[in-house]
Nanobody, 122 residues
Framework: VQLQASGGGLVQAGGSLRLSCVVSGGTVSSYRVGWFRQAPGKEREFVAAIRGGGGSTAYADSVKGRFTLSRDRAKNTVFLQMNNLQPEDTAVYYC????????????????WGQGTLVTVSS
C-alpha cells in the first residue's frame, strides 16, 4: 500500500487549502486513514482521521470546526479541507493508513505518505 499526499502551499491567515491523500495498492475504505502534522521544532501530532466502512471521523480539538475530512471511493482518495487557516497550522502534513482503532496514535499506523508543506502567513 502506498499513500501520496499533495495540496500543500502558502496561504494567508483565514484562507483555505484542500489536501489530498491518494491510496494505491488497496481500497481506501478498507483502511482508517489519518492526517498528522509536524511543525518546525515540534513533535508530530494527530490532526484528523476517517474510519473505513461508514467513514466516521475524528478530529483534534485544535482543528475541530475548521478542518473537514471526506473520502472519494472512486478516486481512492481522502481529502482534508482546511478552512480559516492560522499561522499555528503551519507544518508538514502527512497522511497514513492503519487497521487499528487507536486513531490518534501515530505508532498504530502502518503506511505513511510523504509530507506536504502547509505554510500560513499572518
Amino acid at each position: 500500500v502506498q499513500l501520496q499526499a499533495s495540496g500543500g502551499g502558502l496561504v494567508q491567515a483565514g484562507g483555505s487549502l484542500r489536501l489530498s491523500c491518494v491510496v494505491s495498492g488497496g481500497t481506501v475504505s478498507s483502511y482508517r486513514v489519518g492526517w498528522f502534522r509536524q511543525a518546525p521544532g515540534k513533535e508530530r501530532e494527530f490532526v484528523a482521521a476517517i474510519r473505513g466502512g461508514g467513514g466516521s471521523t475524528a478530529y483534534a480539538d485544535s482543528v475541530k470546526g475548521r478542518f473537514t475530512l471526506s473520502r472519494d471511493r472512486a478516486k481512492n482518495t481522502v481529502f482534508l479541507q482546511m478552512n480559516n487557516l492560522q499561522p499555528e497550522d503551519t507544518a508538514v502534513y502527512y497522511c497514513a493508513a492503519t487497521f487499528s482503532v487507536d486513531l490518534r496514535n501515530e505508532n498504530a499506523y502502518l503506511y505513511w505518505g510523504q509530507g506536504t508543506l502547509v505554510t500560513v502567513s499572518s
